[in-house]
């Protein structure tokens, strides 16, 4: 079946959704993404099914490579890399697994020591809070929510390594004496004004 397939018309796997991210995190870093397009696309990578899905987000990004499907031996499958609906769906549900399975321990030990099954009462924690549980796991999913979360812990890892070259490169200033010990405001703008034009620092993205 599958040999028959246009690749545009294969399913995607999470280790090429992952590797076409890495490759807009790049464009991001080199200014031809603003911080909004990457935001779009990121999301739109995440939520890809097919390699056609996928080519889009990079056929206007110079060096950028398509995902492309793995060669897989016969009769053994793909290894699938992590999965962000998984992952979202621990997040979601891991409290209530872990207090629905605490009160019923407690329960447990309780009707032991009272030689007899007590009334479960752990099902007026679990039920209502299931319920609601239930409703957000059918709106996230809805709504793209794993895709989602792995885009804001992309650019939060993005924010953190930018600062991080920042203080990188003003200690450094520091120490050649190209800015005192402790810069105004005022002065660490124009600082980074000046790494931005020299390319050690890729331009700010624009805010959506």
Known sequence: MVEGMGREEMRAADADRQRVADQLRVALEEGRLDLHEYDERLQRAYAAKTYGDLDG??????????????????????VAGG?????????VWGS?????GITSVVWAVSS???AEFLYFWPIWVGIPWGFFLVLVTV??????????MVADRERKALAKERRRERRQLQADAVARGELPPNPTKKQRREFIARAVDRG???PKPDKA
């Open 57 to 78: 987000l990079l056929a206007d990004l110079p060096g950028s490579r398509a995902a492309q499907p793995p060669v897989v031996a016969a009769g053994r499958p793909a």
């Open 83 to 91: 999965n962000p609906t998984a992952e979202w769906l621990g997040q």
């Open 96 to 100: 209530w697994f872990f207090v629905v």
């Open 112 to 114: 032991l020591a009272a």
């Open 139 to 148: 709106g996230g999913l809805a709504s793209g929510a794993p895709q989602k």
């Open 200 to 202: 050690e620092l890729p």
